[in-house]
């Protein structure tokens, strides 16, 4: 069983940064691949970034170059850089781990970008 735990989203104007945190307990962290997810109001569930055990990442081709996911497996932690924000990031992220038949999800935080 694995509990995330995510933070860092806010209100912010376009062109600015934030800085997503997801903090797991409950299993050996450093063996699953983490991902951000995020959900619009009225949109399905979308992939954001995803970041493997061995740090190999993957891009939504809408966050390219202005987002960044990191993890440190020392802490148990995953992150989430996003720089240049755009109105249409506003949503709900989640934090997401997964290995294998195992899925796990946060509660998600919200993160609002005004024109």
């Known amino acids: 069983q694995v509990h995330l735990v995510e933070s860092g989203g806010g209100l912010v104007q376009a062109g600015g940064s934030l800085r997503l945190s997801c903090v797991a307990s409950?299993?050996?962290?450093?063996?699953?691949?983490m991902g951000w997810y995020r959900q619009a109001p009225g949109k399905e569930r979308e992939l954001v970034a995803t970041?493997?055990?061995?740090?190999?990442?993957n891009y939504a081709d809408s966050v390219k170059g202005r987002f960044t996911i990191s993890r440190d497996n020392a802490k148990n932690e995953v992150y989430l850089a996003m720089n240049i924000l755009k109105p249409e990031d506003t949503a709900v992220y989640y934090c997401?781990?997964?290995?294998?038949?195992?899925?796990?999800w946060g509660q998600g935080t919200q993160v609002t970008v005004s024109s």
């Open positions: 970041i493997t055990s061995s740090g190999s990442t």
């Open positions: 997401h781990a997964d290995r294998f038949h195992l899925s796990y």
């Open positions: 409950g299993s050996i962290f450093s063996i699953f691949r």
